[in-house]
């Protein structure tokens, strides 16, 4: 048998690997505007036409590039950034693998013109699949321009795969703000189309939050700074009355560069708890700089994700510094100030850190309780282990294991990643009841939260908020695919005005929400005009309702495994749902329960809570001693 490896030629080697480093138009963009960033640029343009699909150029005034360095730049491991494994961790620069450049030349078709202050001359390169097809010199200011034409031109797969130009432009917007923000100093714009969507003068960090954020936040922002000698953190935290229904606009920076981490997310909600509701979240931007040997960035392709060398420590001093922030603009009470005195005065706070210094912080009290707190974050949520308890309180008593509807709905809670697969939820099969709910009995409301309603063979207890999400979403997910929803045109159309980021997302839900019977069309530069809301809707507050919705989008928007329907009809339903604290008419509540048991899947929500739980007459009798 003849031999049958062989390698790759380099520009198929080149597309393979391209796919890491730039999946959709957005990535490119986040590449090209940190290398202008590491470029020491005060100016990025960034430019795009049909959301990135047909050019992606930046413009930056940095510190261009040499002939040579032009044609290098893009071969792949080409980088100027480290020579040698030890400055892998002394990373301060935004790139340090040199492949973005080989990626973006592998799947686009590249022009670049740099020139050096101290060249005379530019140089100028077009590149297609890899190879350089054009090479001279060129008139041109100072510092680099890169245009990526024609993305995914060569692999239509890819190319394909794509969204809508709303939502290609949206990831643009979201990682175009991810590098703005982290450098404030640094004049920024967007053109998309040949409008210009941001304009963004160079200023203060706080200016810059309200120039991205919009002016809601101004004079609603807390400075955050607390420096030890191993971590610094800075930057600013919305006041609770900012905290929105769901994460929007939240943001953490290590060594200037955007991370997500649900890790320090809870120090920060961990600090705000008890000063605002629940279930609400409060704005952040916090800078986080430390010795990058004590980071790891190399986790992630797209460093995204990084590790840290002790996040334990970096979990403390965030709490503590939002902890001391908050109560320095007396926005906790008293008693929270005494405490955060005493964090104050911690050694790991107040001290330079060594090894012994750490050593004290981790046995410290404050230290302890975070850990256990951080240990409560992995806790299954409390709907799981309520109803362990229920399945314990049903065992001690002696009584026979569940039934089979109450073991089906301890099923459903047990893997919620089965029933929150919108596939198995929306096409399940029908849910076996094997009971009914007595038609004559009277309903009745608890606590202005739970429905009692009697049945054939004992009782259900439901839970109005839950039941009424899942009738919603069936409806939401119907409507979507084709049944048409009551629209209620509005008298006098309203327009609205939205912050960029939102408006920029609003336009990407526009053609769902029409279905959703939402008539809402574009109207200039970030603003809207409703002509119409769902029939079931108050009217009267549009804007707050849009908003709210935008923000509970966002909270599912993390979530890769759910498509944009999927998140849009979530969203709706948690938020049109009926909340607890309301009460119900007796109409209303049969409606309800009517409309619940009209589903398809009426025991659970899409999110995988159960929306009611069976008692059963025989059960109670054993209970009371007597089956
Ligand atoms: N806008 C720019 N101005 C000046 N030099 C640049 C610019 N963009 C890229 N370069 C040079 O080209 C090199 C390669 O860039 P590329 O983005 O491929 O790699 P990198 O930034 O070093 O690492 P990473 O792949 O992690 O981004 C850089 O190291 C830098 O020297
Ligand atoms: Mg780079």
Redesign the pocket.
Same mark, same amino acid.
């Given at each position: 048998m003849p031999d049958i490896i062989s390698l790759l030629p380099d520009n198929i080697a080149n597309q393979i690997a391209a796919g890491e @480093?730039i999946q959709r138009p957005a990535s490119a963009v986040k590449? +090209?505007m940190?290398?202008?960033v #590491?470029?020491g640029?005060t100016e990025i343009k960034l430019i795009i036409n049909d959301a990135g699909k047909a050019l992606i150029q @930046?413009i930056?005034n940095?510190? %261009?590039?040499s002939e040579t #360095?032009a044609r290098m &730049?893009f071969e792949r491991h080409? $980088?100027? /950034?480290i020579a040698n494994i030890d400055d892998l961790f002394k990373i301060r $620069?935004? %790139?340090?693998? %040199?492949?973005? +450049? &080989?990626s973006i030349a592998a799947v686009a078709q590249v022009e670049l013109k $740099?020139k050096r202050p101290e060249d005379d001359a530019g140089t100028f390169i077009t590149i297609e699949n890899s190879v350089v097809t054009r090479q001279e010199p060129i008139a041109a200011t100072n %510092? $680099?321009s890169?245009a990526m034409k024609n993305v995914f031109f060569n692999v239509p797969a890819r190319r394909n795969f794509l969204k809508s130009n709303a939502s290609e432009t949206r990831h643009i917007v979201d990682e175009f703000i991810r590098v703005a923000m982290a450098f404030p100093a640094i004049f920024f714009s967007l053109t998309s189309n040949g409008q210009e969507v941001f304009h963004l003068e160079k200023g203060s960090l706080k200016q810059r939050i309200v120039q991205i954020l919009g002016n809601s936040y101004n004079a609603k922002l807390v400075a955050v700074q607390e420096k030890t000698d191993y971590v610094n953190i800075y930057g600013f935290v919305g006041k609770p009355e900012t905290a929105k229904k769901t994460r929007g606009d939240q943001y953490f920076f290590v060594n200037s560069r955007f991370i997500k981490s649900a890790y320090l997310n809870h120090a920060v909600m961990n600090a705000f708890q008890e000063i605002i509701a629940p279930d609400s979240f409060p704005a952040y931007v916090l800078f986080i700089d430390l010795d990058p040997a004590q980071i790891d960035i190399n986790v992630h392709p797209t /460093?995204q994700e990084i590790k840290f060398e002790d996040e334990k420590i970096v979990y403390a001093f965030i709490h503590a510094a939002i902890k001391h922030a908050l109560a320095q603009f007396s926005i906790t009470p008293a008693l929270e100030f005494d405490l955060d005195i005493s964090i104050q005065q911690l050694d790991a706070v107040s001290k330079p850190f060594t090894a012994d210094k750490q050593e004290a912080a981790t046995s410290s009290e404050l230290y302890k309780n975070f850990t256990q707190k951080n240990q409560a974050h992995f806790i299954s949520p409390t709907n799981k282990s309520e109803l362990k308890h229920w399945r314990e309180f049903y065992e001690s008593t002696g009584a026979s294991p569940a039934t089979p509807k109450f073991e089906s709905l301890l099923d459903s809670i047990k893997k919620p990643d089965a029933s929150s697969d919108p596939e198995t939820s929306q096409t399940g099969p029908h849910h076996d009841l094997r009971f009914q709910v007595l038609p004559d009995a009277p309903l009745l409301q608890l606590h202005q939260c739970y429905i009692v309603a009697a049945t054939n063979r004992g009782y259900i207890l439901v839970h109005q908020q839950l039941a009424h999400e899942r009738v919603l979403y069936e409806r939401f997910t119907d409507a979507l695919k084709g049944k048409s929803m009551a629209v209620q045109r509005s008298l006098f159309p309203v327009t609205l005005q939205f912050a960029t980021p939102d408006a920029v997302l609003l336009a990407d839900l526009l053609e769902e929400l029409q279905l959703l019977g939402y008539q809402i069309e574009p109207f200039g530069k970030d603003a809207f005009v409703v002509q119409g809301t769902p029939a079931d809707t108050e009217t009267g507050d549009e804007k707050k309702a849009i908003e709210s919705l935008l923000e509970q989008y966002k909270h599912f928007s993390s979530d890769v495994k759910f498509s944009k329907r999927e998140k849009l009809v979530r969203a709706m339903a948690y938020q049109q749902a009926v909340k607890n604290g309301q009460s119900l008419a007796p109409a209303e509540m049969e409606s309800l329960i009517t409309g619940l048991f009209a589903c398809t899947q009426p025991n659970v929500t899409a999110g995988g809570n159960p929306t009611y739980i069976e008692f059963k007459n025989d059960y109670l009798e054993k209970l009371f001693g007597r089956g």
């Open positions: @480093v590449e +090209l940190e290398n202008a #590491d470029a640029a @930046v930056d940095g510190q %261009g590039m #360095d &730049a080409a $980088t100027s /950034k $620069t935004m %790139g340090f693998r %040199g492949e973005a +450049l &080989a $740099t %510092g $680099t890169i /460093k």
